[in-house]
């Protein structure tokens, strides 16, 4: 099984930091790969999004917050080319879980988002002084068994580096005109286990 990063970036694999390297590495078989830590923001003080991240969150893909320093732990189980992930958040009012699954398509690497799998961001990886950055070049929605492209799609920008001894990772979604509408950023521990 080879990790849909390493389809995405071959030998630019071997320019991100040695830990990233082996975050987005092939997972053995049989184990999975675990982090955690804590978030120092989640969400959008943007009170007037809510309903739309409300509706989101149904989907398991975006939550109804503005929270401060919010644990969690990502647990990233590998697949055949394909990386499936879930993040537990641990909001004030319980835990929340989003869900995803990277692949490699003909178009390149492509986020399936939430448990129906109904939205598909189509992402562009590159390799900055060590780092991963993933930048969305496209929004589908699947109907049925078309997908189509949303329009004036919200723009994905995520970065993956390292921060003294542990990862960071720092999210965040921009709509034209209004600017950003959701992020998270925070540090963690990660290491690979027995499933």
């Keep these: 099984m080879t990790s849909p990063w390493q389809l995405a970036l071959g030998t630019r694999l071997q320019q991100l930091d040695p830990a990233l390297a082996t975050y987005f590495s ?3 078989a ?3 790969g675990r982090g ?7 969400g959008t003080p943007r ?3 809510w309903p739309v991240f409300a509706l989101l969150a149904r989907a398991a893909i975006a939550f109804p917050v503005w929270e401060r320093d919010v644990p969690f732990e990502v647990v990233n189980v590998p697949g ?3 990386v499936r992930a879930t993040i537990a958040f641990g909001f004030r009012g319980g835990e929340r879980v989003m869900r995803h699954e990277i692949r490699m398509s003909p178009q390149g690497l492509v986020d399936v988002l939430g448990t129906h799998g109904r ?8 390799t900055v002084d060590g780092r991963l950055e993933l930048r ?19 723009r994905i920008h995520l970065v993956e580096r390292r921060d003294g001894h542990r990862q960071r990772v720092e999210f965040t979604m921009t709509a034209p005109l209004i600017g950003v509408i959701y992020r998270y950023a925070g540090a963690f521990d990660y290491r690979i286990e027995a499933a």
Aim: hydrophobic fraction near 40%.
């Design 26 to 28: 092939t997972v053995p």
């Design 30 to 32: 049989g184990s999975v």
């Design 36 to 42: 955690s830590g804590t978030f120092e923001h989640v």
């Design 47 to 49: 009170r007037w999004l």
């Design 80 to 82: 055949d080319g394909t």
């Design 119 to 126: 939205f598909e961001a189509t992402l562009a990886a590159r």
């Design 136 to 154: 969305s070049t496209g929004l589908r929605v699947r109907l049925g068994g078309a997908r189509i492209p949303i329009p004036l799609a919200p």
